[in-house]
């Protein structure tokens, strides 16, 4: 789900992306109570952010908005800091001696913020059923809530509810998934099973995520597109109010380091024009530096149903002309590393020992030369696509366009839009290749591998098709044990490196500066909520 910017866009310091949280807070400045009550007065927290593209749980495909979503919102699970599962509105809960049915044990002294209405086992109902209903139309509801017995009858229209979830009581919820799968509670911890306020969303459909009531540490105080979006800390958080009552995040562009040094922003992401700077131990930032690696990873895809990367032996000649260690070292700076499997690293079933095909001009020129398009002359017109407004592309791509020039004769255009009609066009495989890049849900291979490259998947967007593959993936969704079920992964993970419907490019790493008096301050791997831990230092 949780799908972000190239990597020269998000290196460049220009946009923030979920794989670079670029945030910070100023040392004591207050601020007065929003609507919904309680007292705000208390530390701000200023950040640097990107717009979201939706505040809908049900309806977030990218990380951008995640990282706002899973602040405001909360589910029956959750990931903590050591990205382990844990208890969230959900306390405890059983599960069958069969794997497939979930009991859930509700906490009684959660409210929806704003009008303090108590959430039951119904709310919960009422949200999964929402997420699947057609007429919600969520790209993403069957691959996180699909796994629930009577879900995909919902999402085909022939059934009005969720035959597999059952209301017990007030705050007994049990669900029944289609058979035994390791990863499903993982799941219930992503957005798409959050849980929302029905009275809100039904009274006010156009305009309800505007000030959601959402159930976790923060709520939204005001929001102007392009210019700013405003947290308040929830002082009803079952789980006790965040220190930092207020949450700034600036979305407009400009200099992030430019703002940290003018005390505009106690966090800044650092870009590739001034890394050196925070690498060099005689600078001031050098003390302030952090940096992190992420469970993400960027990359080059290609729609296998399209012309000519319908061919594989196109496919493979494009990756093979690509020096991505060049560009990492040239372009990049190093500051990411060069990905050389689709599952990143810190990932159960990461594969050190997976291969994509290293840098080979000739070898690339002769499978284009044996693809049923005969070489450069015979290939039809080749657009990349990607997120930009800019006059020209990143420039790790614009590196590959010019390899592609000098390695295999081909002439490839850049296209730019804007990220809300990248996401839907992508979405409708309207692309020839992109560039784009993935950032775990939840730590589990089924996140990136069935997602993405299952060929009945609606978020599959190169078209990838492998009957062995999906049969693997099958297998994989239900095999109980760890160590059988990771190989299995990594088998699939090889055929599709050999299919290449992809070529992963880098793995996601952070950089930031952070002001010393932020204190607590992480750069999560994946997306999660964090920011009630960030303490400012007075």
């Not at 009581?169 to 289609?178: A, C, E, K, M, Y």
């Not at 499978?367 to 696509?385: D, N």
Request: hydrophobic residues 40%; aromatic residues 8%.
């Amino acid at each position: 789900m949780k799908r972000f910017l190239a990597v020269a866009a998000l290196l460049s310091g220009l946009v923030t992306v979920a794989s670079v949280v670029a945030c910070g807070g100023s040392g004591g400045s207050s601020d007065n109570a929003g609507s919904g009550g309680g007292s705000a007065s208390g530390p701000t927290l200023r950040m640097v952010g990107g717009d979201p593209l939706t505040l809908d749980p049900a309806l977030v495909t990218d990380a951008v908005s995640a990282t706002y979503i899973v602040e405001i919102f909360s589910g029956l699970v959750t990931i903590d800091k050591d990205l382990k599962l844990a208890p969230d509105i959900a306390k405890s809960w059983d599960v069958s001696p069969d794997g497939k049915t979930y009991t859930f044990h509700l906490r009684d002294d959660v409210v929806f913020q704003q009008t303090y209405r108590q959430v039951t086992a119904t709310d919960f109902k009422y949200s999964m059923e929402r997420a699947v209903n057609p007429d919600t139309a969520s790209t993403v509801a069957e691959a996180y809530l699909g796994d629930i017995v009577g879900a995909r009858d919902m999402i085909n229209g022939t059934a009005s509810q969720i035959s597999g979830i059952e209301v017990v009581d007030d705050f007994t919820l049990r669900i029944t998934i289609d058979e035994p799968k390791p990863y499903f509670l993982a799941k219930m911890a992503c957005p798409t099973s959050f849980v929302v306020d029905k009275t809100q969303v039904e009274d006010d459909q156009r305009n309800w995520t505007k000030k959601p009531h959402g159930t976790g540490p923060f709520m939204v105080k005001e929001w102007t597109l392009g210019e700013s979006l405003t947290l308040q800390a929830n002082e009803r958080y079952y789980a006790g109010a965040p220190s930092v009552k207020t949450v700034n995040f600036m979305l407009s562009g400009g200099s992030q380091l430019t703002m940290y040094e003018d005390d505009e922003v106690d966090v800044a992401g650092v870009s590739i024009n001034d890394i050196e700077r925070a690498l060099d131990a005689n600078d001031p930032l050098h003390s302030e530096y952090l940096s992190a690696d992420s469970m993400s990873v960027s990359y080059l895809g290609f729609n296998t149903q399209k012309p000519p990367f319908d061919d594989p032996k196109v496919r493979q000649a494009f990756g093979l002309a690509i020096d991505r260690d060049k560009i990492v070292e040239v372009v990049l700076k190093d500051m990411v590393p060069v990905a050389h499997s689709i599952m990143p690293p810190g990932l159960p079933g990461y594969n050190p020992s997976a291969t994509v095909g290293a840098f080979d001009p000739e070898k690339a020129k002769q499978l284009l030369a044996e693809s049923r398009y005969g070489g450069p002359s015979g290939l039809p017109k080749i657009t990349l696509s990607q997120v930009g407004v800019g006059a020209t592309a990143g420039d790790d791509i614009q590196a590959m366009v010019e390899m592609w020039k000098q390695n295999l004769g081909v002439e490839v255009e850049i296209q730019q839009t804007d990220q809300a009609t990248f996401w839907q066009d992508l979405d409708k495989r309207s692309y020839q290749m992109f560039a784009a890049g993935w950032v775990m849900d939840y730590p589990d291979p089924e996140d990136i591998m069935d997602i993405l490259f299952n060929s009945k998947s609606h978020q599959n967007s190169t078209g990838y098709s492998n009957p062995e593959v999906d049969q693997l993936l099958v297998q994989a969704r239900t095999e109980q044990d760890s160590a059988k079920r990771m190989t299995l992964y990594q088998q699939i993970e090889q055929l599709v490196l050999a299919d290449v419907p992809w070529v992963p490019l880098y793995y996601g790493r952070d950089h930031v500066v952070v002001k010393p008096y932020v204190k607590n301050f992480m750069l999560p791997p994946v997306v999660m909520p964090y920011l009630r831990y960030v303490t400012i230092d007075q």
